[in-house]
């Protein structure tokens, strides 16, 4: 199971410098520093200071950020775009 392929989650796109929208960054520039687990939602923050979200639509959504939880310890020090990418 990819993010990017998943219809059970859905995802920041593109990482927010402070929730902003119009400050964008490119997935591939952005290195996996921390996360953290809000029930529903995993916390992804970067070591350029940007942060995105993936979140459960439905409970298999959140079988499989349970899924991508146990696993994100592993890819700190991954862009993004490997992250949505990765075959959980």
């Known amino acids: 199971m990819k993010i990017k392929e998943s219809k ?4 920041t796109k593109s ?3 402070n929730f902003e ?8 520039q952005c290195i996996l520093d921390s996360f953290h687990d809000l029930n529903e939602h995993i916390e992804l923050h970067f070591k350029n200071g940007t ?8 409970q298999k ?4 950020l349970d ?10 020090g991954k862009c993004y ?3 949505l990418n990765f075959n959980f």
């Open 81 to 83: 775009e490997e992250i």
């Open 51 to 58: 942060i995105a979200f993936l979140g459960a639509i439905n």
């Open 8 to 11: 059970n989650l859905k995802y």
């Open 67 to 76: 899924q991508i939880e146990a696993k994100l310890k592993d890819l700190i």
């Open 61 to 64: 959504g959140g079988a499989e």
């Open 21 to 28: 929208e119009i400050e964008k960054v490119e997935p591939r």
């Open 15 to 17: 990482p927010l410098y």
